[in-house]
């Protein structure tokens, strides 16, 4: 059973355009999200995180919305670069657990 | 600060062999260590995850084992490979369960 949903697999965006990845949970015991982003042949590493007592979290151009409520968030990537061009995972992680759930990646394509 | 080494970077290895892949950090005492296995094109699939020496979980029964020998070392085993064994493996670490760090990986393909 897929815990969290991503969607979209892939997605191809033009410089300076805005990339969006949305990701849904079915286990409201998740209280901390966070998007890893992986380069090729890399380890994913951390980009933001996310906690549901906060609506939104920016840093620079990478915004994470979530929605309660609806047990989705999303991440916004504003004024994609070349070198934002990877793979993003979105994460759940229950309280006072030690895994994290991943959703399934999508890859990021941003033409220049 | 915290490091996460694995080695071998990569590995070509026939069916049938055996398989030895570690995992080791600095910086860091008494860390959750975790085996991550991803298929090419694929997402993370959670193998073993480790909370103290001597201590591991399995998430996925299959061909591959994990020990815990040291506080900072974290070893992925196999006695036979199978072709499906081949991907790209990957050590994490975390001290919370919030945010783990991962290794560099090691790319396996099973001939």
């Known amino acids: 059973q897929q815990q969290v949903k991503q969607s979209p697999q892939s997605l191809i965006v033009q410089k300076g355009g805005i990339s969006i990845i949305n990701c849904a949970y079915e286990?409201?015991?998740?209280?901390?999200f966070p998007w890893y982003q992986q380069f090729p042949g890399k380890g994913p590493a951390l980009l933001i995180a996310?906690?549901?007592?906060?609506s939104e979290k920016k840093e620079g151009r990478f915004t994470i919305s979530f929605n309660k409520s609806a047990k989705q968030f999303s991440l916004h990537i504003m004024d994609s670069q070349p070198g934002d061009s990877a793979t993003y995972f979105c994460?759940?992680?229950?309280?006072?657990?030690?895994?994290?759930?991943f959703g399934g990646g999508t890859r990021v394509l941003v033409k220049p | 600060s915290q490091t996460i080494h694995q080695w071998p970077a990569t590995l070509v290895q026939p069916v049938g062999s055996p398989l030895s892949l570690e995992c080791t950090v600095e910086?860091?005492?008494?860390?959750?260590l975790y085996w991550y296995r991803q298929a090419a094109g694929r997402g993370l699939q959670l193998l073993f995850y480790?909370?103290?020496?001597?201590?591991i979980s399995s998430e996925v029964p299959q061909n591959l084992s994990a020990s815990r020998p040291q506080d900072r070392q974290f070893i992925l085993s196999s006695k036979k490979l199978l072709l499906s064994d081949s991907g790209f493996y990957l050590c994490?670490?975390?001290?919370?369960?919030?945010?783990?760090?991962f290794g560099p990986g090691t790319r396996l393909t099973v001939l």
């Open positions: 480790s909370v103290g020496i001597g201590q």
């Open positions: 996310i906690r549901p007592d906060v």
């Open positions: 994460a759940a992680v229950k309280a006072a657990g030690n895994k994290l759930t």
């Open positions: 286990n409201t015991a998740f209280d901390y």
């Open positions: 994490a670490w975390s001290v919370t369960a919030d945010t783990q760090y």
């Open positions: 910086g860091t005492s008494n860390p959750n």
